[in-house]
């Protein structure tokens, strides 16, 4: 199975024997192998490089991350509650950053991302997928629970049920002889791409500009692979994009050649988010309207409510939080200079 992120359903797919309780209400947990060694992945940030020898006597959470994913970013809020209301009690959260884009391979990068999304609890690079591996993982966000024997007691994969994971390490430090004395749950703070999303609104999908994963392109000719070819952009019906002016699509995105360059998307959710970059590092002007109007209050974080913007590192863009109700909408946005990069749209 490919890497990939949430999957449908993925925040309700636990294993029934995970989720069973005993006659004393107790979770019944079972052994899912041992944590496999932390050798090979890193570098580290926020700690020194960590062992599993290290971690005997702790509980420990491993939450697999990449930090231009929509889903891992509004999990991480969970995770860094998690991390501050248990640390005394003995858990350690270990983030373990497992790239999908070429980008998120970057020390430089993801060491930003960190900054810039407060985490303060350790994170080790994992770009040989050497973890993801041991321990057979498929999604972005994944959590790994493991108790202080060292044994994998738990897992969740995607977002949600949140509670049922928080309960999930109470349950452990109780087994480790330091059951938290505050009954309250770890309170979450989250703005901004990190919110939870309106899912009973979105009826768009995930959807790749790269041509390795794309679907749904309407631009006359569909997508060239890896040439320079001047797109026109098409009528759209719902979940449909296009290109216009020039572009070069390769596997994972596609670079905007010169000024006016678009992608525009019809779309059905409260927010659009769109992964890009600037080739080369030099900033690149943008502008976006909704329905052919500039957004106004419409506009996403990283947006301003005429639909200007400035693309100025690798990393998601919320350019539409929709204030009102959610309807069929479609989205265009237009680089005033060449030499965007563009990944992936998401919605939530």
């Not at 700690?47 to 005997?56: A, V």
């Not at 928080?166 to 087994?175: D, G, H, P, Y």
């Amino acid at each position: 199975m490919k890497p990939r992120r949430e999957p449908a359903g993925a925040s309700q797919a636990m294993d029934e024997t995970a989720a069973r309780t005993g006659k004393m209400g107790e979770l019944i947990l079972p052994d899912e192998g041992a944590l496999p060694p932390l050798d090979g992945i890193g570098p580290w940030f926020n700690t020194k490089p960590l062992t599993r020898d290290q971690l005997k006597g702790k509980v420990v959470v491993i939450d697999f991350w990449t930090y231009s994913c929509i889903n891992c970013l509004r999990s991480i809020p969970y995770v860094k509650a998690w991390a501050e209301k248990y640390r005394d009690d003995g858990l350690v959260v270990i983030g373990v950053h497992a790239p999908e884009f070429a980008f998120e391979r970057e020390p430089a990068n993801v060491a930003k991302a960190i900054k810039d999304l407060g985490i303060t609890y350790p994170v080790a690079l994992d770009n040989d997928y050497v973890l993801w591996r041991a321990l057979d993982n498929h999604y972005w966000p994944a959590h790994y629970f493991v108790d202080a024997q060292g044994r994998v007691r738990y897992h969740h994969f995607g977002e949600g049920e949140y509670a049922m994971s928080e309960r999930v390490i109470r349950q452990l430090l109780a087994e480790a002889g330091h059951a938290p004395k505050d009954m309250a749950l770890a309170q979450a703070k989250a703005s901004g791409a990190e919110a939870a999303a309106a899912s009973g609104d979105i009826q768009s999908g995930e959807t790749y500009i790269g041509y390795d994963r794309a679907a749904n392109f309407v631009s006359p000719g569909g997508l060239q692979r890896d040439q320079l070819k001047t797109y026109a952009a098409a009528p759209l019906s719902l979940n449909d994009w296009s290109l216009a002016g020039p572009w070069l699509d390769k596997r994972q995105s596609a670079i905007s050649f010169a000024p006016g360059a678009k992608i525009a998307f019809r779309f059905h959710a409260r927010d659009l988010h769109l992964v890009l970059g600037p080739v080369g590092g030099k900033p690149v002007r943008f502008r976006v309207t909704l329905d052919g109007q500039a957004p106004g209050g419409d506009a996403g974080v990283d947006a301003k409510a005429d639909g200007s913007g400035v693309v100025s590192e690798q990393r998601l863009y919320q350019l539409v939080r929709q204030k009102g109700q959610v309807r069929d909408r479609t989205f265009t946005i237009e680089f005033l200079d060449p030499g965007a990069e563009a990944f992936s749209f998401t919605f939530g």
